[in-house]
């Protein structure tokens, strides 16, 4: 995955996984079945496994989902993304459901599946923007920041309301260091003092804290009391939050 790649998974802002637990007694009573002498420890188990009927698949296809929704939200996206497959596997024509496989997958680093998993979300719905700028955004993680330009300013020019084809045209225009036009991006979507902290996001993942501290300063001159800006100075300033930053951007 690229430097800043594992930099934008960490700062980004993002229901318990599925289990269960025997209750009761526990130890040795518990685990001894009672058995009637002269009977099987197996008489009954079968006669009980049979009668275990497998859900319908509608049913199925929900709780994989929601399954898969559960390990996401903890962190385990290849757990996750086993139960969303499973979902697929019942019903693979679910263009939303694949569209967010996509999205686990390039969180995992794993663009090429990502991609082909966006195809065949779009090729089940043409019409849906969100896909073409999730795979813009898709080869701005890669590190494919030249295509995720032509990609991004496709985009807006179609769609020029979409605020996060913009922000994420603002982002790879900044990795390619062309800061003016990042800043003109990002102000589709953002205020002047926002677009100059987004600014800085991408220069700390560079690992040019002399730049992104300038942004920062520049952001409360245009709005003194920005709590984000003022963070961001903060962790610059600080030694043990720079050598973090710097071994993220550097590793």
């Known amino acids: ?88 596997a019942i019903d693979p024509n679910r263009p939303k459901l694949i569209h967010h496989l996509a999205v686990v997958h390039d969180r995992m680093g794993e663009y090429k599946s990502a991609r082909e998993l966006y195809a065949k979300a779009k090729a089940l719905k043409p019409a849906n923007s969100e896909i073409d700028i999730d795979v813009a955004f898709s080869h701005y993680l890669s590190g494919e920041y030249d295509e995720s330009i032509r990609l991004g300013k496709e985009l807006v020019g179609a769609h020029p309301g979409q605020v996060r084809a913009w922000n994420n045209l603002g982002l790879a225009l900044a990795q390619k260091g062309e800061l003016e036009a990042a800043r003109e991006a990002f102000g589709h979507g953002a205020s002047p003092s926002q677009s100059e ?29 920005m709590a984000a800006a003022r963070a961001g100075l903060d962790k610059i300033r600080d030694s043990k939050s720079r050598e973090v930053m710097a071994a993220q951007a550097n590793p």
């Open 1 to 88: 995955m690229a430097r800043h790649t594992r930099f934008l998974w960490a700062v980004l802002p993002l229901a318990l996984m599925a289990g269960c637990q025997s209750a009761g007694k526990t130890g040795a009573q518990a685990m001894k079945p009672k058995v009637k002498p002269g009977a099987s420890a197996l008489a009954g188990t079968h006669a009980k496994n049979s009668e275990t009927k497998p859900l319908p698949p509608a049913e199925s296809l929900a709780l994989a989902i929601k399954v898969g929704q559960q390990l996401e939200a903890q962190g385990h996206l290849r757990e996750a993304a086993a139960q969303y497959d499973r979902a697929l």
């Open 197 to 225: 902290c987004n600014l800085a996001f991408v220069l700390l993942s560079r690992g040019d804290f002399d730049k992104a501290a300038d942004c920062y300063r520049k952001a409360l001159e245009l709005e003194p009391g």
